[in-house]
């Protein structure tokens, strides 16, 4: 069948299902399966005292790397870091910490803290029914905290935030960010006065929800959501979408106490040199996905350059206000090369058949805006990356907090992999492999703890912290592809033939031990079932809504 035969045959597919919720007045939701309870034996622990023995500790501060350290984990916490001895040396018995219930040989590991992924969703009915794959892929990734933005409807979230705590299920932990008016009981419909905002944040605090994240809302709405989530304890964080950036850009929601950023939609907004708004082309509908990521990369050359005194006071403002990027490049990275991403190595094995539907060109699928990608298009984004890098960079550079987040399930980028994609763009953007670990790791857990008013309990591999760790048997400065789940191809000077070495070993999440490639064999066996069986029933709750990107 020709493509435009599928994308036919798609869109008669997409009414069809529509159709009784049109005629009913309201569209159903997607639909997402909660993740089952953990078998038996999936994943060991926590112990009573694992050690693991003779590693090379990577701690996520910054420091460079240490070893052989053994680490004692207690239930699941660090107990102990002990160095005991030195590279290519015996390592005497007596130096060592005692009394294991469990050990691992450690030696030639590199050990890390557990990975902070700061923007995630979790799928859906459309590209991923099962969210039991989606943690799975975290997870096999050294993935050990999540922050859903969101994740799925927020209830949903929550009662998934409680069962990962309580480790009933195989999924990182998760921090609950809420979008504006949502959540099950919540009577006050759309949030559109700074009144029913103040009312909405005090309601859904008491839900629980960890923090916001806020969108396009009107100025005054905004001042009183970020006042309101601040005098809570609650974090902030916005993907300041075009819709809004005419009133509303990056520097602006900064002074009004925003704590964080995502993508880049209003920075490049807040340096524009001769314009107040983004020139658009006058055909430009927002609307069409095409216009929209094809026309934001052309605000590449329209700002103030790189060293001007106008890109160094939005960097200085940005740094006091204490303001934290968490870039997301990973999910943009389609756009200045759709081949490479479109045909990258792990969609055969781990990419279900749905999934791969959502990416292709689509009208009807939030992302899929290759209706006609050019040549020129990708030009444009390529000299974007490399102006937003610059500034990424400046911002680390000054003291500024960089975390990583992913924003998978769109833009051919698969959980898991796409999160070990952004450390990779990192440091192309001029991060050294220790500054791209902290990221990933402290500064993330900071991200997530520092607006409640918390000590961070992860992203350091220190005594009293959550025995969150990831443990790979490649050095990850080295090459971080050798975190990738499909691992980094290496020539074998013995056999003379290339080979794929690394991938993540073991993931250690609140004291418990995945194998990490037990993880990936799960989902390469969900996805080899989808292709071969009919297509999967609705699930338990609805999705989380398309985002804007």
């Known amino acids: 069948m020709s493509c435009r035969g599928l994308h036919i045959g798609r869109v008669i597919l997409f009414v069809l299902a529509l159709l009784p919720g049109v005629l009913a007045g309201t569209a159903p939701a997607q639909t997402i399966r909660s993740a089952p309870d953990r078998p038996a034996g999936e994943g060991e622990g926590p112990y009573e005292r694992l050690i693991l023995r003779g590693v090379t500790l990577i701690d996520g501060t910054g420091a460079p790397a240490q070893g052989p350290v053994d680490i004692v984990i207690a239930r699941n916490r660090i107990l102990e870091v002990r160095s005991v001895g030195y590279p290519n040396l015996p390592i005497r018995p007596d130096a060592r910490p005692g009394g294991a219930t469990k050990e691992i040989d450690g030696a030639g590991m590199y050990v890390m803290p557990g990975f902070v992924d700061c923007h995630v969703h979790a799928g859906g009915g459309r590209k991923a029914p099962d969210v039991e794959y989606v943690y799975k892929l975290w997870l096999a990734h050294g993935v050990t905290t999540v922050r859903g933005v969101p994740a799925g409807p927020l209830d949903w979230t929550l009662r998934e935030r409680a069962r990962s705590a309580r480790n009933e299920i195989t999924a990182p932990r998760i921090v609950v960010y809420a979008r504006p008016g949502t959540g099950d009981g919540w009577l ?136 934290t990027l968490d870039p997301t490049m990973t999910i943009y990275a389609a756009s200045r090369d759709v081949m490479r991403a479109r045909n990258a190595d792990w969609h055969a094995t781990y990419t279900l058949p749905t999934l791969m539907e959502f990416f292709q060109p689509s009208r009807d699928a939030h992302g899929s805006y290759w209706f006609d990608w050019t040549t020129a298009d990708e030009v444009a984004w390529r000299n974007f990356y490399r102006v937003w890098m610059s500034f990424v960079n400046d911002y680390k550079n000054r003291g500024g907090r960089v975390t990583t987040g992913s924003d998978s399930g769109y833009i051919y980028k698969l959980y898991g992999f796409g999160f070990i994609e952004e450390l990779e763009l990192l440091q192309e953007a001029g991060f050294d492999p220790l500054e791209v670990i902290r990221a ?110």
Do not use: C
Request: aromatic share 6%; glycine share 10%.
């Open 188 to 323: 006050g419909g759309p949030v559109t006065t700074p009144e029913k905002a103040r009312e909405w944040v005090t309601w859904v605090a008491a839900k629980g929800a960890d923090g916001l994240k806020l969108f396009a809302e009107d100025p005054e709405v905004m001042r009183a959501l970020i006042t309101r989530a601040r005098e809570l304890k609650l974090g902030t964080t916005a993907h300041l979408a075009q819709t809004g950036l005419a009133r509303m850009n990056l520097r602006d929601a900064a002074r009004l106490g925003l704590h964080g950023a995502e993508h880049f939609y209003g920075l490049f907004d807040s340096l524009l040199a001769d314009h107040s708004v983004q020139p658009y082309p006058p055909d430009y509908n927002y609307n069409d996905e095409a216009h929209r990521f094809a026309q934001v990369a052309r605000l590449w050359n329209q700002i103030h350059p790189r060293g001007s005194k106008e890109w160094n006071d939005l960097l200085d403002e940005l740094l006091a206000r204490k303001v």
């Open 440 to 549: 990933a790791t402290l500064h993330g857990a900071e991200s997530l703890a520092e607006p409640r008013g918390q000590a961070i309990e992860y992203g350091v591999v220190r005594p009293g912290m959550l025995a969150d760790l990831v443990v790979v048997d490649q050095n990850p400065l080295q090459n971080l592809k050798v975190l990738y789940g499909t691992g980094a191809v290496r020539l074998n000077d013995r056999t003379g033939q290339p080979e794929r070495v690394g991938g993540v070993k073991y993931t250690i999440k609140d004291g418990i031990v995945y194998d990490a490639r037990k993880l990936l064999a799960d989902v390469a066996a969900m996805v080899s079932r989808a292709k071969a069986g009919p297509a999967p029933t609705a699930g338990a709750a609805g999705d989380e809504p398309d985002e804007a990107h």
